[in-house]
């Protein structure tokens, strides 16, 4: 199977980060950004680097940027050269456009200039840091698409003890219960107590929620929210 091609545009500490999780993944890695020293830092952990100037579609054109599979536009520092390269980028054909938007004004553009995929690192680190500080259960939390998100929450009190089917986690919160992930105690070969966690994917509707239980559980914004409350 051949393997994936990514670009990582702008190598600051999020671009580089990307560009080099992506290498150890063993994708195909261009690397990309117009600091000579940083790309020869670069250059040793992923496919290809180079110094273009993207704002110049023929350059960018040049790089072999339009073959790759997704295009990751890391440019933080300057809005108008990442929409410059989104516009670029988006007019060579490239099927996966990701952006990484250091304004809600610049993740409007990036979104109205085609970019399959908005980020906003610092208001994602801002609500993850509220979530885990309002609520302490949630463990993770990965959004699927506009409506639809996938938690792992620590098992409320009221469903410890309970079957998933008595549980009424689907008739009152609306969510399903896709994983569960539990720690068990056992003796190691040294003779000690020791813990390994067990994972249960798709559990029964006859499976017993336990205390520590982390859920994993899918659904609407709105009931997980509720959820979230119990």
């Known amino acids: 199977m051949k393997k994936k091609q990514f670009a990582v545009i ?7 980060s990307v560009a080099t999780e992506l290498a150890k993944k063993g994708m195909q890695v261009l690397a990309i950004d117009n600091d000579s020293e940083i790309v020869n830092e670069i250059s040793s952990y992923v496919t290809q680097a180079l110094i273009v100037d993207v704002t110049d579609e023929k350059a960018v ?6 073959d790759c599979d997704s295009v990751i536009i890391a440019i933080g520092g300057n809005i108008e050269t990442s929409i410059l390269a989104t516009l ?11 952006v990484k938007c250091s304004s809600r004004w610049h993740l409007r553009v990036a979104a109205k200039l085609g970019a399959d995929t908005v980020i906003y690192p610092e208001f994602e680190m801002a609500k993850k840091l509220v979530d885990s500080m309002v609520t302490p259960n949630i463990l993770e939390q990965i959004a699927l698409s506009k409506d639809y998100n996938l938690v792992e929450i620590l098992a409320p009190q009221k469903l410890i003890g309970k079957a998933i089917k008595d549980s009424g986690i689907r008739r009152d919160y609306g969510v399903n219960i896709i994983a569960v992930r539990r720690q068990i105690p056992f003796i190691n070969d040294e003779g000690q107590t020791d ?7 798709v559990p029964s509707p006859d ?3 336990m205390k520590n239980d982390v859920l994993v559980v899918i659904g609407q914004e709105k009931s997980l929210e509720k959820l979230k409350k119990v």
């Open 10 to 16: 702008g190598l600051g500490t999020f671009g580089y």
């Open 61 to 66: 054109k040049e790089a072999g940027v339009a």
């Open 88 to 98: 670029i980028i988006k007019e060579l054909g490239v099927k996966n456009i990701i």
């Open 195 to 201: 813990i390994k966690e067990e994972i249960n994917m």
């Open 207 to 209: 499976y017993e929620i």
